[in-house]
């Protein structure tokens, strides 16, 4: 079993920068695969990026490539967000999530393909 624990999240103006944190236990992490999707109100939760085990690939989604970074801190056990020039359309719940199956650039890409997820945190982001 893994338990995700995001934090990090909060009100920002546009153009600012926030990092978000997933703390991970129940499992080291270098044996999952880890994501952050958002879920804005009204909408279905979408991808952000994805990371794989050692850190080697990454994927994003188009709307944040450039923007975004996610990296991981194995002997932490920890992932990040790093979230850069934000938006209003950024607003949303961001979730973490873990998947221990190989790492795949698409399969990953996909929010049912996630074993375990954190509980969100809210990011704002004003105009």
């Known amino acids: 079993q893994v338990q995700l624990v995001e934090s990090g999240g909060g009100l920002v103006q546009a153009g600012g920068s926030l990092r978000l944190s997933c703390a991970v236990s129940?499992?080291?992490?270098?044996?999952?695969?880890m994501g952050w999707f958002r879920q804005a109100p009204g909408k279905e939760r979408e991808f952000v990026a994805v990371?794989?085990?050692?850190?080697?690939?990454?994927n994003y989604d188009v709307s944040v490539k450039d923007r975004f970074t996610i990296s991981r801190d194995n002997a932490k056990n920890t992932v990040y967000l790093q979230m850069n020039s934000l938006k209003p359309e950024d607003t949303a719940v961001y979730f973490c999530?873990?998947?221990?199956?190989?790492?795949?650039?698409?399969?990953?890409?996909?929010?049912?393909?996630?074993?375990?997820w954190g509980q969100g945190t809210q990011v704002t982001v004003s105009s």
């Open positions: 999530a873990a998947d221990g199956r190989a790492y795949s650039r698409a399969y990953h890409s996909r929010s049912q393909n996630y074993d375990y």
């Open positions: 129940g499992r080291t992490s270098t044996s999952v695969i």
């Open positions: 990371i794989s085990r050692s850190g080697a690939s990454t």
